[in-house]
Nanobody, 115 residues
Framework: VQLQASGGGMVQAGGSLRLSCTASRRMFWNNGMGWFRQGLGREREFVAGISFNGGRTVYPDSIKGRFTISRDNAKTAVYLQMKSLKLEDTAVYYC?????????WGKGTLVTVSS
């Protein structure tokens, strides 16, 4: 069973996108959730994480201030609001628990930032 991300697409540099991910209650409940991404020819990297109650979020320095992770436990959904997108944000974006579990990786959603 995998987590499915959606909402990707093509956007111009400086633009915004909102990604969504839904999960089964078993995957979602009592787990931190995270967003990850993998650019072409690059390793998968952590983008954002949120605790189960949403009270704690964490971002790498390259993301801080531009992306916001949130979750809706009633809907077992996690979101990633991205703004001020840069060319280097182009990647396939995945959601997973945080820390991630191998069996939960889905296909991801492609975000392409153009100049």
């Amino acid at each position: 069973v995998q987590l499915q991300a959606s909402g990707g697409g093509m956007v111009q540099a400086g633009g915004s996108l909102r990604l969504s991910c839904t999960a089964s209650r078993r995957m979602f409940w009592n787990n931190g959730m995270g967003w990850f991404r993998q650019g072409l020819g690059r390793e998968r990297e952590f983008v954002a994480g949120i605790s189960f109650n949403g009270g704690r979020t964490v971002y790498p320095d390259s993301i801080k201030g531009r992306f916001t992770i949130s979750r809706d436990n009633a809907k077992t959904a996690v979101y990633l609001q991205m703004k001020s997108l840069k060319l280097e944000d182009t990647a396939v974006y995945y959601c997973n628990t945080d820390p991630p579990r191998g069996e939960y990786w889905g296909k991801g959603t492609l975000v392409t930032v153009s100049s």
